[in-house]
């Protein structure tokens, strides 16, 4: 392998992460997260306190708590019955969708 080649080959090895973290469309998000809205508000500031904020939350999170409520390793009702019937990519788009807003910066009356 010469020096070009060793370049390159490092410089398509530095961006992997860069691609493995960049998972979901957060534009798609924005419109498979509809049936979210009615509790979680659009851009994730929930319209009720009982509710978690999920605007700014971090995607890995987001991801991780919709695929544990589908497989059922996490129990919720509402959320169980909801992240039922998403696919990978609806759930990579929705955690997208929510982690791209701004998070709540204030700390709201109960």
């Known amino acids: 392998m010469n020096r070009i080649q060793s370049t390159l080959a490092v410089a398509l090895l530095s961006i992997i992460p860069a691609i493995a973290f960049s998972a979901g469309n957060a534009a798609e998000g924005k419109n498979k997260s ?14 009720q306190p009982i509710y978690p904020n999920l605007g700014g939350q971090h995607q890995d ?38 982690a791209s807003q701004q998070g709540v910066t204030e700390i709201q009356d109960k």
């Open 61 to 98: 999170y987001l991801s991780k708590t919709l695929y544990d409520f589908r497989d059922g390793s996490r129990q919720n009702a509402i959320m169980s019955g909801f992240a039922a019937n998403l696919t990978d990519a609806d759930i990579e788009d929705i955690s997208a969708w929510y």
């Open 34 to 47: 509809a049936v979210c809205h009615a509790c979680h508000g659009e851009t994730g500031k929930s319209v």
